[in-house]
């Protein structure tokens, strides 16, 4: 599972757990390389450490998402 924070740290809030796999929306990336993602209409956040960012089949390259790396 990939944990969803408030704020790009370990130390702050769970928001929300979601599985391997998932697709996120991302809106950014934090200098400390977390992964500011949409999920459910909040911004939450995600260590770039188990999160991977590959644009989707036939997405213009500025579109980013994120995925829970497996």
């Known amino acids: 599972e990939l944990s ?4 790009a740290s370990a130390d702050a809030e769970l928001i929300a757990s979601v599985a391997s796999g998932t697709q996120l929306n991302s809106t ?8 500011r993602v949409d999920y459910n209409g909040q911004t939450c956040y995600a260590s770039g450490d188990y999160v991977s960012t590959t644009p989707p089949v036939g997405a213009v390259a500025a ?3 994120a995925e829970a790396a497996q």
């Open 28 to 35: 950014g990336v934090c200098e400390n390389g977390w992964i």
């Open 63 to 65: 579109d980013t998402t």
């Open 4 to 7: 969803l924070r408030s704020d």
